[in-house]
């Protein structure tokens, strides 16, 4: 009732004034004696905190430095571990785990997909600095610096062996996990690392930053706990940290598709850790102390030509069956990525309207306030859906070519006399010197040579 | 990638070696003198802002922001404001009177401020502690009003993610990065 009676009252009101309003409003501004306020606008950042991001990035480059100083010249997991909880301290709770290096992957994909966004320095040295430094000294990065990682390296506490075919086999989800992420970022719809980072909304759950920036300007600071609409995120990174109790860094293992890019850099790296700072006398104490699975055992006997050639051309064989069932693994799952497009999802509310079937009110609020027609609209997103389904197949074809690969070098044997770290997948976490004996003798050694100085 | 190494043939795995390691370092300056390019032809910095002209206040920037209450809040374009009395931004449309008792209220945070300035015109102004981004008095005051109500990230709260969480929930593609020194798409006369 009372509400015809005001839409009754808006309506004379309208014939009333539309003489006199002007002609795009529809109702006149007032006279009046003051002048009017001006619409705030809040600067983005004030002062410093502008350019923090160039800060950050120096502190990543000096984190990485660290974390190598330690793992190479003093040989310390303690050293290691805390500069893998400042980093953890800094980069998670203080800069609430955005940019990161993970995440830039997809800011580098989506600036060279070129929709106007361009990538900034310091993204650029967030993507490549560990990059570089894991080229010079292995992933150091990962063990030392990456707050996703150092949240899971925390609570590691009891990890379990993974059989090495189920450990290989998880790892290539990464694999999948990165073209997905880089072909999405690509055509600009979603940054799925960002979707879908389990950790971020833990950083975010309580803002340590503001309160101490607060403290710094010398107001009063208050801390309130924040969830907002992150509860998915929240549970998934629960999950995500206590599987990480019986299975270390399941993230960084099977997930991260940063480490896709990191594992064939280490295995090139100018240098590497090694497990003992001298020769290896095959004591079999540091086979357990590795909680990743990186450390290797020397090679067993060899079984035989023939068994190994077996094994390699069945692997051949499959390389190219791999590789074809992900062409159609990308090619099926085409038309439901490409629901992440706008113009996509605009097309199927207009095909659902014109069926007469229940469609998306805000979408169709959406489909009026914007220029185009149905005709170019479904033109758009036919094109958008032939070229995400080709960018899938593309992916799928990219996982089956890795997966293949992996297969072929896992088949060729390799001569490996002593217990040595696994390049690929070695985090340089340092939790390998403290069980080697010989490191142990170099310590006293050193200790006792330091205390005849002093 | 397949290297054999059936015999300690080290002097050629270490060839193949330094020659992958040679080859990495390529790739990674190319990688890098394109993304500077990149860089250095693009505008800088970039926030995260919405369009008003394509906003249809479906109201997921209330609940899809990382921050509680979200950074996108309603602000008012004055010189527009018809300063009405009856304004369909400020009164539910069931209200029974024109008071300012919470009942009458469009807003579910009682976030707007009703302030009388010269019979028969009221200035209405949003109070950003208490307003949620929901954008029920957007849409009240387009419908039947000039419009002055509308939404935007405010950059003193907006912690500028990587991509903004409410930009993919967007029915409307309305959300997109602005360069930092232009951090607002306001409407004006």
């Given at each position: 009732?009372?509400?015809?009676?005001?839409?009754?009252?808006?309506l004379i009101l309208l014939m009333l004034l539309s003489g006199a309003a002007t002609a795009d409003l529809?109702?006149?501004?007032?006279?009046?004696?003051?002048?009017?306020?001006?619409?705030?606008?809040?600067?983005?950042?004030?002062?410093?905190?502008?350019?923090?991001?160039?800060?950050?990035?120096?502190?990543?480059?000096?984190?990485?430095?660290?974390?190598?100083?330690?793992?190479?010249?003093?040989?310390?997991?303690?050293?290691?571990?805390?500069?893998?909880?400042?980093?953890?301290?800094?980069?998670?709770?203080?800069?609430?785990?955005?940019?990161?290096?993970?995440?830039?992957?997809?800011?580098?994909?989506?600036?060279?997909?070129?929709?106007?966004?361009?990538?900034?320095?310091?993204?650029?040295?967030?993507?490549?600095?560990?990059?570089?430094?894991?080229?010079?000294?292995?992933?150091?990065?990962?063990?030392?610096?990456?707050?996703?990682?150092?949240?899971?390296?925390?609570?590691?506490?009891?990890?379990?062996?993974?059989?090495?075919?189920?450990?290989?086999?998880?790892?290539?989800?990464?694999?999948?996990?990165?073209?997905?992420?880089?072909?999405?970022?690509?055509?600009?719809?979603?940054?799925?690392?960002?979707?879908?980072?389990?950790?971020?909304?833990?950083?975010?759950?309580?803002?340590?930053?503001?309160?101490?920036?607060?403290?710094?300007?010398?107001?009063?600071?208050?801390?309130?706990?924040?969830?907002?609409?992150?509860?998915?995120?929240?549970?998934?990174?629960?999950?995500?940290?206590?599987?990480?109790?019986?299975?270390?860094?399941?993230?960084?293992?099977?997930?991260?598709?940063?480490?896709?890019?990191?594992?064939?850099?280490?295995?090139?790296?100018?240098?590497?850790?090694?497990?003992?700072?001298?020769?290896?006398?095959?004591?079999?104490?540091?086979?357990?102390?590795?909680?990743?699975?990186?450390?290797?055992?020397?090679?067993?006997?060899?079984?035989?030509?023939?068994?190994?050639?077996?094994?390699?051309?069945?692997?051949?064989?499959?390389?190219?069956?791999?590789?074809?069932?992900?062409?159609?693994?990308?090619?099926?799952?085409?038309?439901?990525?490409?629901?992440?497009?706008?113009?996509?999802?605009?097309?199927?509310?207009?095909?659902?309207?014109?069926?007469?079937?229940?469609?998306?009110?805000?979408?169709?609020?959406?489909?009026?306030?914007?220029?185009?027609?149905?005709?170019e609209i479904h033109a758009i997103a036919g094109r958008v859906r032939s070229r995400v389904r080709h960018?899938?197949?593309?992916?799928?074809?990219?996982?089956?070519?890795?997966?293949?690969?992996?297969?072929?070098?896992?088949?060729?044997?390799?001569?490996?006399?002593?217990?040595?770290?696994?390049?690929?997948?070695?985090?340089?976490?340092?939790?390998?010197?403290?069980?080697?004996?010989?490191?142990?003798?170099?310590?006293?050694?050193?200790?006792?040579?330091?205390?005849?100085?002093? | 990638?397949?290297?054999?190494?059936?015999?300690?043939?080290?002097?050629?795995?270490?060839?193949?070696?330094?020659?992958?390691?040679?080859?990495?370092?390529?790739?990674?300056?190319?990688?890098?003198?394109?993304?500077?390019?990149?860089?250095?032809?693009?505008?800088?910095?970039?926030?995260?802002?919405?369009?008003?002209?394509?906003?249809?206040?479906?109201?997921?920037?209330?609940?899809?922001?990382?921050?509680?209450?979200?950074?996108?809040?309603?602000?008012?374009?004055?010189?527009?404001?018809?300063?009405?009395?009856?304004?369909?931004?400020?009164?539910?449309?069931?209200?029974?009177?024109?008071?300012?008792?919470?009942?009458?209220?469009?807003?579910?945070?009682?976030?707007?401020?009703?302030?009388?300035?010269?019979?028969?015109?009221?200035?209405?102004?949003?109070?950003?502690?208490?307003?949620?981004?929901?954008?029920?008095?957007?849409?009240?005051?387009?419908?039947?009003?000039?419009?002055?109500?509308?939404?935007?990230?405010?950059?003193?709260?907006?912690?500028?993610?990587?991509?903004?969480?409410?930009?993919?929930?967007?029915?409307?593609?309305?959300?997109?990065?602005?360069?930092?020194?232009q951090p607002y798409l306001l409407k004006t006369r």
């Amino acid at each position: 009732m009372t509400s015809t009676r005001h839409a009754g009252i808006i309506l004379i009101l309208l014939m009333l004034l539309s003489g006199a309003a002007t002609a795009d409003l529809r109702f006149p501004t007032p006279e009046l004696d003051e002048p009017l306020p001006e619409t705030t606008t809040p600067e983005p950042r004030q002062g410093i905190w502008r350019h923090i991001e160039y800060v950050d990035a120096a502190v990543l480059a000096g984190a990485i430095v660290a974390a190598s100083w330690f793992a190479f010249k003093r040989r310390s997991r303690r050293g290691i571990a805390v500069v893998m909880l400042l980093s953890l301290f800094y980069f998670g709770f203080y800069r609430l785990g955005c940019v990161c290096s993970i995440g830039a992957v997809q800011n580098a994909a989506l600036s060279i997909g070129g929709d106007g966004y361009a990538v900034s320095f310091p993204i650029i040295a967030f993507l490549l600095l560990p990059l570089f430094g894991t080229l010079l000294f292995g992933r150091t990065f990962c063990g030392g610096v990456c707050p996703l990682g150092a949240i899971q390296d925390v609570v590691a506490l009891k990890a379990l062996k993974i059989p090495r075919p189920i450990e290989a086999g998880l790892s290539l989800f990464a694999v999948a996990y990165l073209a997905a992420a880089v072909l999405l970022a690509f055509s600009g719809t979603v940054f799925l690392i960002c979707r879908f980072d389990p950790f971020v909304s833990i950083f975010r759950l309580v803002p340590v930053g503001k309160w101490i920036e607060q403290v710094a300007m010398g107001e009063a600071g208050r801390v309130s706990f924040s969830v907002a609409g992150r509860v998915d995120l929240l549970i998934l990174g629960g999950v995500m940290l206590l599987v990480g109790v019986f299975v270390a860094r399941p993230y960084c293992r099977y997930i991260c598709p940063y480490s896709v890019l990191l594992r064939p850099l280490s295995r090139l790296s100018k240098w590497h850790v090694t497990i003992t700072p001298d020769e290896c006398v095959q004591c079999r104490l540091c086979e357990n102390s590795c909680p990743y699975n990186a450390i290797e055992a020397p090679s067993a006997p060899d079984p035989g030509r023939h068994f190994g050639k077996l094994g390699l051309s069945v692997c051949l064989v499959l390389w190219p069956v791999m590789i074809a069932a992900g062409l159609c693994a990308g090619w099926l799952a085409g038309p439901a990525v490409s629901r992440t497009d706008h113009h996509v999802r605009l097309a199927e509310h207009l095909r659902r309207a014109d069926a007469g079937e229940e469609t998306d009110h805000d979408l169709a609020a959406a489909y009026d306030r914007q220029p185009l027609g149905a005709d170019e609209i479904h033109a758009i997103a036919g094109r958008v859906r032939s070229r995400v389904r080709h960018g899938a197949m593309i992916v799928g074809g990219f996982v089956g070519l890795v997966a293949g690969m992996r297969l072929v070098r896992w088949s060729v044997r390799r001569r490996r006399p002593d217990y040595v770290p696994d390049r690929g997948t070695c985090l340089s976490c340092g939790r390998c010197f403290e069980v080697c004996p010989i490191e142990r003798k170099r310590r006293n050694d050193a200790a006792a040579s330091a205390g005849e100085d002093g | 990638m397949t290297d054999r190494d059936d015999k300690p043939k080290l002097t050629r795995r270490e060839l193949l070696r330094r020659g992958l390691q040679a080859g990495g370092v390529v790739v990674l300056a190319g990688g890098t003198a394109g993304l500077i390019s990149e860089a250095v032809a693009g505008k800088g910095d970039t926030v995260w802002q919405l369009d008003p002209d394509k906003c249809v206040k479906c109201g997921n920037c209330a609940t899809r922001c990382v921050l509680d209450p979200s950074a996108v809040k309603a602000v008012h374009a004055y010189e527009i404001c018809g300063y009405c009395e009856l304004c369909t931004g400020y009164f539910d449309p069931k209200a029974t009177e024109l008071t300012t008792a919470a009942e009458n209220q469009l807003c579910p945070t009682g976030a707007i401020v009703r302030t009388f300035k010269k019979d028969p015109y009221y200035e209405y102004s949003i109070d950003e502690e208490l307003c949620i981004g929901c954008g029920k008095c957007v849409d009240g005051c387009e419908r039947f009003g000039n419009g002055s109500l509308f939404l935007q990230v405010r950059h003193d709260r907006c912690v500028n993610c990587n991509k903004c969480t409410i930009a993919p929930a967007c029915p409307a593609d309305a959300f997109r990065r602005v360069p930092a020194d232009q951090p607002y798409l306001l409407k004006t006369r």
